[in-house]
């Protein structure tokens, strides 16, 4: 039983394009996160929520749009796609509280043609 | 500027001996350290973490160990089995900020 969950697994779209990534977790944790690690690895919070309130958002372009309509989804929308987007993108889940330790989707691999 | 660094990039054992994997950080004000394994194409999982007020923490094969003064950690793993194989993050946090992650240090265990 897969418990934070993201589709799709790989997205492949062109410049200019919106698209949208899911996110599901089935663990009763309050807090959601978006990573993005990019092509030197890094992995990089853009944002997180805590019963669906936005408590992050680091300097993210206004192009990304996280949407969490209940605790256990949140959401990626992207706009406009640009070739700096094509990343590897995470989705995790944790209990409320400093130092939880987070657990993370498989990934979604982004790649912009 | 990286607040979280591991500086060696990759490691190499042989199964049955030890591994350690080493982390700097910068921000005296991290309450948690937290470690993180990443095999290909999966997410990073939660291996074992260490609370600031802490300089050891256990949990089967794997031990953190915290040096505040030298603002350092490391990971040991003993035995090294070639399963452990994967990358190793290291992540720090401070209370009211996001997890912060270094850069990953590859291990290969070799039968």
């Known amino acids: 039983d897969t418990a934070v969950s993201q589709t799709p697994k790989y997205l492949v779209t062109q410049m200019g394009n919106d698209k949208s990534i899911k996110c599901e977790q089935n663990?009763?944790?309050?807090?959601m996160y978006w990573y993005k690690q990019d092509s030197k690895k890094f992995l990089k919070i853009m944002f997180s929520?805590?019963?669906?309130?936005?408590?992050i958002n680091e300097t993210v372009p206004n192009r990304f749009s996280p949407k969490s309509p209940d605790k256990a989804h949140l959401n990626l929308h992207i706009n406009s796609l640009e070739l700096g987007d094509s990343a590897v993108y995470f989705c995790?889940?944790?209990?409320?509280?400093?130092?939880?330790?987070?657990?993370f989707g498989d990934g979604t691999r982004l790649s912009i043609l | 500027d990286q607040q979280v660094k591991q500086n060696s990039p990759s490691l190499s054992v042989q199964e049955g001996r030890i591994s350690i994997l080493n982390c700097d950080y910068t921000?005296?004000?991290?309450?948690?350290f937290l470690w993180y394994k990443k095999y290909p194409a999966e997410g990073p999982t939660f291996l074992i973490s260490?609370?600031?007020?802490?300089d050891k923490n256990e949990d089967g094969r794997f031990t953190v160990f915290l040096n505040k003064s030298a603002k350092h950690l490391s990971l040991h793993i003993v035995p090294s089995q070639p399963g452990d194989s994967a990358v190793y993050f290291c992540?720090?946090?401070?209370?009211?900020?996001?997890?912060?992650f270094g850069k990953g240090t590859t291990l290969s265990v070799s039968s």
């Open positions: 921000n005296s004000m991290f309450d948690y």
């Open positions: 929520y805590n019963n669906k309130e936005l408590i």
């Open positions: 260490i609370s600031s007020i802490k």
């Open positions: 992540a720090a946090v401070q209370a009211g900020t996001a997890l912060i």
């Open positions: 995790a889940s944790s209990q409320a509280g400093v130092g939880q330790p987070q657990h």
């Open positions: 663990l009763g944790h309050d807090t």
